[in-house]
């Protein structure tokens, strides 16, 4: 198993506002130095205890969980309002239970959230260097093989 945590901030764009991620789709893309890439679709939907998966609102933010990763990358995506900046949202994406056989991400990273399903108006991209590049930027990987990008 591998686990990436991915945090950043997206801006949306003059008069837009953050859709009912429970009744919308997402997609997540993440791409590092390859071709190759991790990519997933967020199913709309509420939390269902059966399934072990789905979207919660908390407060003005949103937080999806899922027991089995979907598409066998996320578990985990938060998307939270920045204080004082009604257009800004803090997204942090956690991969704790996925297995990136296939395509392991090699920073830099690219990664591109589309929060309301194709076509999309909310969407953003954000750009991870390495370790030593000014942030935002991606750790080296620990023994335990875990990235954190910020």
Do not use: N
């Amino acid at each position: 198993m591998d686990f990436v945590q991915l945090r950043t901030r997206l801006r949306l764009a003059p008069g837009e506002s953050l859709p009912d991620l429970a009744a919308t789709w997402q997609l997540l893309s993440l791409y590092g130095q390859t071709t190759a890439g991790l990519f997933a679709i967020i199913p709309p939907g509420t939390w269902d205890p059966i399934r072990g998966s789905g979207w919660r609102q908390r407060g003005a933010g949103w937080i999806f969980r899922s027991r089995e990763p979907v598409d066998g990358v996320v578990s985990r995506l938060s998307v939270a309002p920045v204080r004082g900046d009604p257009s800004a949202y803090t997204v942090r994406i956690a991969t704790p239970h996925a297995s990136f056989v296939s395509a392991a991400p090699v920073p830099p990273l690219t990664l591109k959230v589309i929060l309301d399903g194709p076509p999309s108006t909310s969407c953003g991209e954000a750009h991870f260097g390495t370790a030593t590049d000014p942030q935002p930027a991606c750790g080296p990987l620990t023994r335990g093989g875990v990235l954190t990008c910020r």
